[in-house]
C-alpha cells in the first residue's frame, strides 16, 4: 500500500478529508495527520510516505518550504498542494520543485481522489525509475569490481594449472584476462581507451594508507577521477589511470615519503594491455594487495583459500547465530594453522574487512586493527591481534539480540559522522547504507532507542549546536545551523532549538557566554 500524509492547519479540513476517503480501496494507507509543517517534516523524516497532501499556508514551515525541504532528499515523494485562488502564485513556485499535482480549495471528492490516484501512478513510475537505477548501478559496482578482481586473481593463480615458466602458460594467463573483459566489456567499457600505469617505487607499506587517503582528497577538491585501479607489491604502489596524472600532484601526496619515492609512468593502448604488464610482473608474490576505493584489500595467490574464506564470508550474512558461530570456530582454526607471516597478514586483514563490513567491528576498530596488525612484525603476536578480533567479534554476531544492537548502533554512527548533511533522513541511511527496508530500520530503531528517528536526530542537532556555541560563544547562528545539517533552513533550526532549550539559540549562547 502507499504510504500518505495529510498535513493542514485547520483540524477540520484534514480529519475531513481523512474520513471523506475510502483509503483501503485506493490501495493507501494514511499515516499521519499534521497540525503544521514541521510536524509534517519530521513525520515525513519518520514515516517516509509516498504521497504527502499539504496545505500551501502553514505556521513553522509552509507547504513551499516543506515542499522545498523535503524534494532536496527525496524526490521521489509526490506532493499534492492544497490551495486558495489567492495562493496561486504560492502554488506556481511550488512546481518549480516539481510538484504536479494541484488542487484549489474547495474540491470535490471526485476530483480529490483523480489527484489522488495520478500522484499514485507518478509513486509507481518514480519507485519503478529509482529500482531501475539502482539495479543497474549495483549490477555496474558488482560487476566492475568482480571483473577486476577476477582479472587479477586468473592472472595470478593460472600458474597452479600450467607448467611453470613455459611460454604456453603467459599466453594462457593472459587469453584468460582477456575472455574476461569480453565478457565484461558490454558494461564497462574498458577496453577502448588509453591507460597509464604509474609506478611509486619504495613506498613503505606504513605509509600506503595515508598516501591512499591523500589521492582520494585530492581527487574529492578537484573533482577529478584519479584513480581507477591499482596494486601494491613489495613497497611499490601501481596504479591504472585514465588520464596521467602530474607528478607534482603526486609527490604533494605522498607527502614525507616524496622523498623516497621513484616515480615510473607507461602509456598502454588499453586495460587488456596494461594488465598483462602488470601481472607478469605480480605473479610470482605470495601476497599482494588491490587497491579499491583508496583502501588497500589483500589478496590471497591462492584460490582454493580465497573460495574458501568467501563461502565463510556468505555463511556468514546469514545473520543466525549458531551458524555465526561455527563459522567463527572455521576462520579460527584456519588462523592457527597458518604458518606463514605474510599469509597470516593477509588473512587477518581480510577477515578484519569482512567483519567491519557485516557490523561484527566498527569502522574504529577495523582501522585501528590493519594498522596495528601492518607494522607488527612478530608472527605470533600477529596472530594474537587476529584471534583477539575474531573473539570480538563472536560476540557480537552470536548474541541474539545482536543484528537489532548493531543495527541502531551503525544508525547512530552514521548520524554523527554526518551530521552536518542537510539530507540525512532515515530513508537515505535506510537504502544507501544499511541496505534495508526503511520501515523495517524505523520499528527497530524506535524499538531499541524509545526514540523516533526524527527525534534522536532533533536531539544530535540541538547538542552539537550547544557544543558549538560553548566552544565558541561567538558563533553565528547561521554557521551553527550549516555544520548540525540546517544550513539551508536556519528558521527551522531555531525553532527546534527554542522547543529543546526554551530560548533561541542567540539567547542561549548569550546567556552561557556570562557563566
Known amino acids: 500500500m502507499w504510504k500518505l500524509i495529510i498535513a493542514d492547519d485547520e483540524r477540520v479540513i484534514r480529519e475531513t478529508i481523512y474520513h471523506l476517503i475510502d483509503w483501503e480501496s ?26 504527502v497532501m499539504t496545505d500551501i499556508r502553514m505556521p513553522g514551515l509552509s507547504g513551499l518550504e516543506l515542499v ?9 515523494i509526490q506532493f499534492l498542494i492544497l490551495s486558495g485562488y489567492e495562493e496561486f502564485e504560492y502554488a506556481r513556485e511550488a512546481m518549480k520543485w516539481g510538484v504536479k499535482h494541484y488542487l484549489l480549495k474547495p474540491c470535490n471528492e471526485e476530483k480529490l481522489v483523480e489527484s489522488i490516484l495520478e500522484a499514485c501512478e507518478d509513486c509507481r513510475k518514480a519507485k519503478a525509475r529509482a529500482e531501475l537505477e539502482k539495479q543497474q548501478n549495483a549490477m555496474q559496482n558488482v560487476i566492475h569490481q568482480d571483473a577486476m578482481y577476477h582479472l587479477i586473481m586468473d592472472g595470478i593463480t593460472v600458474r597452479e594449472e600450467q607448467e611453470e615458466g613455459t611460454s604456453e602458460e603467459s599466453l594462457s594467463a593472459f587469453q584468460k584476462a582477456e575472455e574476461q573483459m569480453e565478457l565484461y566489456g558490454q558494461y564497462l567499457d574498458l577496453g577502448k581507451h588509453t591507460c597509464y600505469l604509474v609506478y611509486l617505487y ?22 577529478k577521477d584519479l584513480l581507477f585501479y591499482g596494486l601494491y607489491v613489495k613497497n611499490t604502489l601501481l596504479l591504472f589511470c585514465h588520464e596521467l596524472p602530474d607528478e607534482a600532484v603526486l609527490r604533494n601526496c605522498l607527502g614525507q615519503s616524496a622523498s623516497m619515492v621513484e616515480i615510473e609512468t607507461e602509456r598502454h593502448e588499453s586495460l587488456p594491455e596494461l594488465l598483462k604488464t602488470v601481472l607478469f610482473k605480480v605473479r610470482r608474490y ?7 576505493n583508496f583502501k588497500p584489500i589483500a589478496i590471497l595467490n591462492n584460490q582454493n583459500s580465497i573460495r574458501y574464506l568467501q563461502k565463510i564470508y556468505t555463511e556468514l550474512e546469514g545473520n543466525d547465530p549458531a551458524e555465526n558461530e561455527r563459522c567463527v570456530e572455521e576462520l579460527t582454526t584456519m588462523v592457527r594453522g597458518a604458518s606463514r607471516r605474510d599469509f597470516l597478514q593477509m588473512l587477518g586483514n581480510s577477515i578484519c574487512t569482512h567483519m567491519a563490513k557485516i557490523g561484527a567491528y566498527s569502522m574504529q576498530e577495523e582501522a585501528a586493527f590493519l594498522r596495528t596488525a601492518n607494522e607488527e612484525k612478530e ?14 567479534a563472536k560476540k557480537k554476531l552470536c548474541r541474539e539480540d545482536q543484528e537489532y ?7 547512530m554512527e552514521y548520524v554523527k559522522e554526518h551530521l552536518a548533511d542537510y539530507d540525512l533522513t532515515l530513508k537515505k541511511i535506510a537504502e544507501s547504507y544499511l541496505y534495508m527496508n ?20 532533533t536531539e544530535q542537532r540541538v547538542e552539537r549546536a550547544k557544543e558549538l556555541f560553548l566552544k565558541d560563544p561567538g558563533n553565528k547562528v547561521q554557521y551553527v545551523a550549516e555544520q548540525v545539517g540546517c544550513g539551508n533552513n536556519p528558521q527551522y533550526f531555531t525553532q527546534i532549538f527554542k522547543k529543546a532549550e526554551g530560548m533561541t539559540p542567540a539567547k542561549w549562547a548569550a546567556q552561557m557566554s556570562e557563566k
Do not use: W
Open 286 to 292: 605470495d601476497v599482494l594487495y588491490a587497491i579499491h
Open 26 to 51: 485506493l490501495g493507501i494507507e494514511v499515516v499521519g495527520l499534521c497540525k503544521d509543517g514541521i510536524e509534517a517534516y519530521n513525520m515525513i523524516l519518520d514515516k517516509s510516505p509516498d504521497i
Open 379 to 392: 608472527t605470533e603476536m600477529l596472530r594474537t591481534l587476529i584471534l583477539e578480533m575474531l573473539s570480538q
Open 405 to 411: 544492537g548493531i543495527l541502531v548502533e551503525r544508525i
Open 202 to 223: 619504495f613506498l613503505e607499506q606504513t605509509e600506503l594508507e595515508h598516501v591512499l587517503e591523500q589521492l582520494e582528497q585530492y581527487g574529492k577538491e578537484t573533482g
Open 438 to 457: 526503511v520501515d523495517y530500520v524505523s520499528r527497530k530503531f524506535h524499538q531499541i532507542t524509545g526514540k523516533k528517528f526524527s527525534q534522536y536526530l
Open 68 to 76: 522545498r525541504e523535503i524534494v532536496q532528499t527525496d524526490r521521489q
